[in-house]
């Protein structure tokens, strides 16, 4: 099953946010397990590969609460931003690094 983590690296206590508009930086890690191994046992080719939401890992994303109506509850949707990320690289496939 896919996986992402996140890394909040724009403030000391590493919180994510609470509110709309209340965005932070992070480092995200995406690992998209069963397309990797797909592609390392040569079930799929690297175009399908990089078309169907492949491994990477990207600094400087931004992230915040998806909407007004998520940030009253525990559980909260969030998005994330890359326009303005520092890095963001494959980690499988020859585009890696």
């Known amino acids: ?5 996140w890394k909040i ?7 994510l946010p609470y509110f709309k508009g209340n965005s932070k930086k992070v480092d995200i890690t995406f690992v998209n397990a069963p397309l ?8 799929i080719d690297e175009w399908y590969y990089y078309t169907h ?3 990477f890992y990207a600094t400087g994303v931004d992230i915040d609460v998806q909407g007004t109506s998520s940030q009253g509850y525990p559980r909260r949707n969030y998005k994330t931003k890359y326009k303005n990320a520092t890095s963001w690289v494959y980690t499988q496939g020859s585009l890696a690094g």
């Not at 099953?1 to 983590?5: A, F, L």
């Not at 990797?36 to 040569?42: E, H, P, S, T, Y």
């Open 36 to 43: 990797d191994a797909a592609l390392k046992a040569g079930e």
């Open 53 to 55: 939401s492949p491994s």
């Open 1 to 5: 099953m896919p996986y992402c983590v």
């Open 9 to 15: 690296t724009s403030v000391a206590n590493e919180k």
